[in-house]
């Protein structure tokens, strides 16, 4: 099942001295610093960064690129766990970090990790020596070295995922310490889709953290693939139906709440036409008002044999799902699982403990 671990360092200093945040946009800012709350995971040096690296992902060597800031150590390491690939958000005050021969001897781990570098500096993987900039992405195998360095504050998001199931997919190897450029049509969308799962993981059925995990890993594969094709450089009309399929369902799956939520929608997120985004799910025996109506409807099913949410009425579920009309839930549930959501509730929940609340209606 998928599930989150989250670490946050702090420096141990005392007083309002500045200390440096990363905001919602990746800029650094400097804020009034909070005293260190050790229940809260704080430490007070890249040491302790490095033990929770070791612990949340696999061993590294880390070593400050700069002396110590008197104002204290920042850094942060969030794994998430998405059944088919894990996603990391990692950073710190300036550092260096390597996989090194004798770290893969003592902890041998078969992972590749595509790292999304939100921050600049530079890659070493292989014969590849370069620099990232914000939004470009490399490759790298956890059996083979490589380091990261930054001068300035870093930040990575990262995809983890298993090496035989990356070579079995891309029927190759995959060319590690290569630099993605951040213009990469493909690139930005699976950016775009690893940035909000990221950014909130939670509150959404494990299924559905399931379905985004698969999601995210089909664009990974396609964005490996077109890196490594002679159309790397293409637009974003060139983009396969495939990804863009991938990229739209994630989309309905995260904005699932929004009641305006309609092809006329997909269609402006995306910048391409109606037409095109029926076309898209139409290779798929789909069409996107039904994707929505049926992705809508299973996940009023999940949430109804919840135990956790059994005091949630009808009308409560269907709008964290969007439907702001309980009769049309009701009707569209009756017709695709022959009962009403109160009646499927009772069947499931049924030897429980409590009683579960639904409307009367029902």
Known sequence: MPRSRKRSLAGSGSGNAPRHRIGPDGR??????????????????????????RDAIFQLDATPFRPPDPRGYTGWVNVHDFGAVSISDVASDPVRVARTPRLIKRNPVDMYLLLLAVRPSRAAAGTHHDLLGPGDAVLVDSTQPYSLTADAFAHYLSIHVPRAALRRDLRTAPAVGRVIPAHDPTLRVLTAVVTELARSPLGRPSEVLTELGHTTYELLVSTLRTAAGPDMWSSDVQLSRRAQSARMRAFIRLHLADPDLSPTTLAAAFGVSTRYVDLVFREGDSSPAEFIRETRLDQARRRFADPRQRHLSVSSVGQSVGFTDPGVLIRGFRRRYGVTPGEYRRTRLAGTAGQPSWNSST
């Open 28 to 53: 650094r800012r400097s804020t009034p610093r909070p005293a260190a709350a050790p229940s809260a995971g704080s430490a007070p040096d890249v040491d302790t960064w490095r033990e929770i690296l």
